[in-house]
T-cell receptor, first 113, second 115 residues
Framework: KNQVEQSPQSLIILEGKNCTLQCNYTVSPFSNLRWYKQDTGRGPVSLTIMTFSENTKSNGRYTATLDADTKQSSLHITASQLSDSASYICVVRRSNTGNQFYFGTGTSLTVIP | ETGVTQTPRHLVMGMTNKKSLKCEQHLGHNAMYWYKQSAKKPLELMFVYSLEERVENNSVPSRFSPECPNSSHLFLHLHTLQPEDSALYLC??????????????FGDGTRLSIL
């Protein structure tokens, strides 16, 4: 069964600290993996997209990693800011299937001063 | 400005009403999507339109009816909805089938409440 699981479900950290969010998937065949940030009351915004051959990609203070062998990805946030408070969603695209995207339920991150 | 605009942002309707959600994209994309987002659940893909033709429909109830008059506009017509249809409805657009690595651009959604 094609699934995407994220952990933790929620996380609270102090401003300035680092954190890492996890994503495990069973989607096959694999095309790419995406991380989105969704602020409260807004739509998701793309952070990174990684294909099978990429094992790390950065977007400012956000760094995503991918291990296609173990089917795991992580999103590392460095020097967190209050504006990082949001839900982070992992999405895996299945290859050769047009528009089959599999979404995780997200990790809710709260950054406190 | 996300490039994808959804209206209305909030909608409250009774189960016997008929309403429509509107989505417009200004990004020159050739594919548009409707998603349903419920609390504690993953986003559910409802409909995809590519080049104005519907290419997927994941067994969504017939009380939801999509319409895509051109590549920039997408509607979701609603009638005789049920309380469990209360959710955030998100529209997205992307470039379809250009290697599959293009991000989807989402609107900010319509928060729908069924009384």
């Amino acid at each position: 069964k094609n699934q995407v699981e994220q952990s933790p479900q929620s996380l609270i950290i102090l401003e300035g600290k680092n954190c890492t969010l996890q994503c495990n998937y069973t989607v096959s065949p694999f095309s790419n993996l995406r991380w989105y940030k969704q602020d409260t009351g807004r739509g998701p915004v793309s952070l990174t997209i990684m294909t099978f051959s990429e094992n790390t990609k950065s977007n400012g203070r956000y760094t995503a990693t991918l291990d296609a062998d173990t089917k795991q990805s992580s999103l590392h946030i460095t020097a967190s800011q209050l504006s990082d408070s949001a839900s982070y969603i992992c999405v895996v695209r299945r290859s050769n299937t047009g528009n089959q995207f599999y979404f995780g339920t997200g990790t809710s991150l709260t950054v406190i001063p | 400005e996300t490039g994808v605009t959804q209206t209305p942002r909030h909608l409250v309707m009774g189960m016997t009403n008929k309403k429509s959600l509107k989505c417009e994209q200004h990004l020159g994309h050739n594919a548009m999507y409707w998603y349903k987002q419920s609390a504690k659940k993953p986003l559910e893909l409802m409909f995809v339109y590519s080049l104005e033709e519907r290419v997927e429909n994941n067994s969504v109830p017939s009380r939801f009816s999509p319409e895509c008059p051109n590549s920039s506009h997408l509607f979701l017509h609603l009638h005789t909805l049920q309380p469990e249809d209360s959710a955030l409805y998100l529209c997205a657009s992307s470039q379809y089938r250009t290697g599959g690595n293009q991000p989807q651009h989402f609107g900010d959604g319509t928060r729908l409440s069924i009384l």
